[in-house]
């Protein structure tokens, strides 16, 4: 089942009518995409992801079957306006309310940093500061220093552009 941003206009919405209990943060575009999409990820492989790096965007892992543990959040936190990695124990956390903030990691607080929002045209966006915009980098690089075919790219708020919007517009996809 994939749900995407257009029939999902915020996380309180899917929270109430999704059937699966964990998704993929799936960027809309496929950019360079050579296995499949990209999704939120934390650094690292799988089971050995550090936590402590944060969040980056990495090739879905769901041309394998099933989505990375290191890639998965918890449908019911979303009506709280989180993204909790149950695996992990974990939510995102921006950095800074501004633009080249990095999406970090952290035990869930219910801070400010932690509101996040999708909104309806895709975008995840701080809830104080919905001008800003979770961000894939231009540059794509290869896993495992270069040899693997996995490819990564930078997240980071910026401020929400249509110039952009290849790198900003996200949607769910069930695990």
Do not use: I, P, V, W
């Given at each position: 089942m994939k749900l995407t941003a257009a029939a999902t206009v915020a996380f309180t919405a899917l929270a109430s009518t999704a059937t699966a209990e964990s998704v993929e943060v799936m960027?809309?575009?496929?950019?360079?995409?050579?296995?499949?999409?990209?999704c939120l990820d934390i650094s690292g492989s799988k089971a050995n992801a550090k936590v402590e790096r944060g969040l980056q965007t990495h090739t879905c892992y769901g041309y394998q079957g099933q989505a990375g543990i290191d890639q998965v959040f918890d449908v019911a936190s979303f009506k709280d306006a989180k993204l909790f990695m149950p695996e992990w124990d974990v939510c995102a956390t921006v950095s800074d309310l501004a633009a080249e903030a990095s999406i970090e990691l952290a035990a869930c607080d219910g801070g400010e940093l932690q509101n996040i929002t999708l909104t309806e045209g895709g975008h995840l966006s701080p809830t104080s500061?919905?001008?800003?915009?979770?961000?894939?980098?231009?540059?794509?690089?290869r896993g495992r220093g270069g040899t693997s075919d996995h490819q990564i790219r930078s997240l980071t708020l910026q401020s929400c552009s249509d110039d952009l919007a290849q790198y900003q517009t996200w949607e769910l996809r069930a695990e």
């Open positions: 960027l809309s575009d496929r950019l360079d995409g050579d296995l499949d999409f990209y500061a919905m001008d800003l915009c979770f961000t894939a980098g231009e540059e794509t690089t």
